[in-house]
């Protein structure tokens, strides 16, 4: 059964499983359960022109290979991803043995090279909260898949980098992973590096992961140790960490900055690592699942969405129906935090079928939304029954 059909027909295992009793408890008393209340749950709608590709399944290998998270189960009680669904961008490389991440070499523009053996590493590690980590390639097509929140424990970066003692001129930090693959990548560059300010590692709370969810990383997920910048596109999250180089002023930026420079918003594809802007998440908002309900003789349509990124609480999100295409408040939006994400919902009532984009924005204008502004997460769907 492929990802449509279960969504057309599947969603009666989840009622049975208890899905349609918990289904407006979860998201507490608020004007959208309201409108529902008494109602009967008839199913989900699947998105439109969305790609029928696996989720929730390995596919590929090393640079090839991905993971999609499937976001539409999110709930509530459910936020955070498992590890075995949390998302791949890239597969761990056949080469990859582990004598090559043993140690982690500080190197460069340092007083004192120093040696970090992942084992200690391991043994030092603590609990560092909950983040998100979202692709700077997350596509609609791909059902936005290359997204994913979940527990890390680790080891602050900041703390163990000083013991390096870097130079007056050592103003930037380049990080990077094993990076060699027995075959050629049809859609990737080789190159797992990224190169940072220590204020930057130092104001995102950037850290040495080396567990997701109470256990060991998995090979595809960076074993042993891996990059976890909060905030940050996932392309900046090294995996594999081998190396981390003190640099000056003058460093070139890396080919894998390079590669994402569009995808986060840089101006142009700069030759100096200095002329990056942080590729930080900005504030920005999706549905993940659309619901059918019966609600006396009235059909109506709950959207549950979710909404991440960005640094400031807001107050208002607006959701827009094209057509007839006029912003309105969602139904219900509590913000716990801006990392990883929080939930929205809201109820709408068509007044005629037909196929519908819906659309999102942040009300208050001081907030940084540029994709959310240019339509990015914009999602669709096919309305036949009001």
């Known amino acids: 059964m492929n990802r449509r059909q279960f ?16 289904s407006l408890a979860q998201y507490g008393t608020d004007h959208a359960s309201d409108l529902l209340r008494g109602g009967e749950l008839l199913g989900q709608l699947p998105f439109r022109d969305e790609a029928a590709v696996p989720m929730g399944t390995p596919f590929g290998a090393e640079l090839d290979g991905r993971l999609y998270t499937d976001l539409s189960l999110l709930t509530p009680e459910h936020a955070l991803t498992s590890t075995e669904n949390f998302y791949v961008r890239t597969r761990a490389s056949e080469l990859l043995t582990a004598e090559d991440v043993s140690t982690i070499h500080v190197t460069g523009l340092v007083q004192r090279a120093t040696v970090l053996k992942s084992d200690a590493l391991i043994r030092s590690a603590k609990p560092m909260g909950a983040h998100l980590m979202e692709c700077a390639g997350n596509a609609r097509i791909i059902h ?5 929140a979940t527990e890390w424990s680790g080891v602050p970066l900041s703390s163990l980098i000083a ?16 990076d060699n693959y027995r075959s050629p990548s049809r859609s990737s560059l080789p190159g797992a590096s990224w190169i940072f300010t220590p204020d930057d590692l130092k104001s995102s709370r950037a850290f040495l992961a080396t567990a997701m969810n109470g256990k060991p990383l998995t090979r595809d997920h960076g ?6 910048m909060p905030g940050w596109f996932g392309c900046t999250c090294i995996k594999w960490v081998n190396e981390i180089t ?4 003058t460093a070139e930026s890396t080919s894998q900055m390079q590669e994402f420079a569009a995808r ?13 802007q942080p590729a930080v998440i900005d504030q920005a908002a999706m549905p993940v699942r659309v619901e059918k ?3 006396g003789k009235s059909t109506r349509y709950r959207i549950i969405g979710i909404l991440w990124g960005g640094k400031e609480r807001i107050k208002t999100l607006e959701v827009r129906f ?20 929080s939930f929205w919902t809201h109820v709408w009532e068509p007044k005629q079928p037909g196929v519908y984009a819906i659309r999102l924005r942040v009300k208050e204008p001081r907030v940084r939304a540029r994709r959310l502004d240019a339509g990015f997460y914009e999602r669709s769907l096919e309305i036949t029954e009001v």
Not at 7 to 22: D, I, P, V
Not at 163 to 178: C, L, M
């Open 163 to 178: 013991d390096a003692k870097p130079k007056p001129e050592a103003i930037r930090v380049q990080v990077s992973g094993f």
């Open 223 to 228: 074993s042993p140790v891996r990059l976890v």
């Open 7 to 22: 969504l057309q027909t599947g969603f009666s295992a989840m009622l049975l499983a208890g899905f349609e009793k918990t």
């Open 264 to 276: 986060t918003l840089q101006d142009s594809a700069p030759q100096l690592a200095r002329d990056f």
């Open 293 to 295: 309900w019966k609600v």
């Open 144 to 148: 936005f898949g290359l997204m994913s």
């Open 322 to 341: 094209d057509p007839p295409g006029e912003y309105v408040p969602v139904s219900f939006l509590r913000q716990e935090a801006n990392d990883p994400w």
């Open 246 to 249: 003190f640099v000056d002023d």
